[in-house]
């Protein structure tokens, strides 16, 4: 079953999950299959990243945020990630994808993925920045303005240190991406 099949799959029980509330966290079951694995036998890492994109969607259905984004002409899209892996998830083996929006600031949202594995441990962290672009008014949407037009009143925790090590990192890699060489 690749990505479309594990796409279909998350789609198909999303309203079984219930509605996603800040704070709450999108857990998703997986194995590893043969299509997963590189060379040592284990989960490869572009798998993280795609199984880290299913987390996010599936957020994103069960918050509201998919249909208001068709309606107001808006793009969730991708800013950067960084992962870290601490133990391998080897061939069969069941894991989850844990998910959460961790806190925003101004147009940009902080995510996590954690892959768990059954034993509890985790296997690697995936932390994500994105933001909701506005076709129509050409800027990316202030998300306190996105989470109040899916009907909510929170407001984000400051960043961890961490969060913000990321974030600095994030704005200096974008700004090397940008230089002409």
Same mark, same amino acid.
């Given at each position: !079953?690749?990505?479309? +099949?594990? !796409?279909?799959r998350m789609g198909l029980?999303?309203?079984? /999950?219930?509605?996603?509330?800040? +704070? @709450?966290?999108?857990?998703?079951?997986?194995?590893?299959?043969?299509?997963?694995?590189?060379?040592? $036998?284990?989960?490869?890492?572009?798998?993280? $990243?795609? =199984?880290? @994109?299913?987390?996010?969607?599936?957020?994103?259905? #069960?918050?509201?945020?998919?249909? =208001?984004?068709?309606?107001?002409?808006?793009?969730? $899209?991708?800013?950067?990630?960084?992962?870290?892996?601490?133990?391998?998830? #080897?061939?069969?083996?069941?894991?989850?994808?844990?998910?959460?929006?961790?806190?925003?600031? @101004?147009?940009?949202?902080?995510? #996590?993925?954690?892959?768990?594995?059954?034993?509890?441990?985790?296997?690697? =962290?995936?932390?994500?920045?994105?933001?909701?672009?506005d076709f129509s008014a050409?800027?990316?949407?202030?998300? @306190? %303005?996105?989470? /109040?037009? =899916? +009907?909510?009143?929170?407001?984000? #925790?400051?960043?961890? %240190?961490e969060e913000r090590i990321?974030?600095?990192?994030?704005?200096?890699?974008?700004?090397?991406?940008?230089?002409?060489?």
């Open positions: !079953m690749y990505v479309w +099949g594990r !796409m279909l029980t999303a309203k079984s /999950r219930g509605p996603y509330r800040m +704070g @709450d966290e999108s857990r998703l079951t997986f194995r590893c299959l043969p299509s997963d694995i590189d060379s040592n $036998m284990h989960l490869n890492n572009a798998r993280y $990243m795609m =199984l880290a @994109d299913i987390g996010r969607i599936d957020i994103f259905i #069960r918050a509201g945020l998919i249909g =208001l984004a068709r309606k107001r002409r808006w793009a969730p $899209m991708m800013g950067g990630l960084q992962s870290v892996y601490v133990r391998e998830i #080897r061939l069969w083996r069941k894991f989850d994808v844990v998910s959460t929006v961790e806190t925003w600031e @101004d147009t940009q949202v902080i995510g #996590r993925h954690r892959f768990e594995l059954e034993s509890g441990e985790t296997a690697a =962290l995936v932390m994500t920045t994105a933001g909701v672009y050409r800027r990316f949407v202030p998300i @306190d %303005e996105m989470v /109040r037009e =899916l +009907g909510h009143e929170i407001k984000p #925790r400051p960043p961890s %240190e990321f974030m600095d990192s994030h704005a200096g890699l974008r700004k090397l991406a940008k230089v002409k060489s």
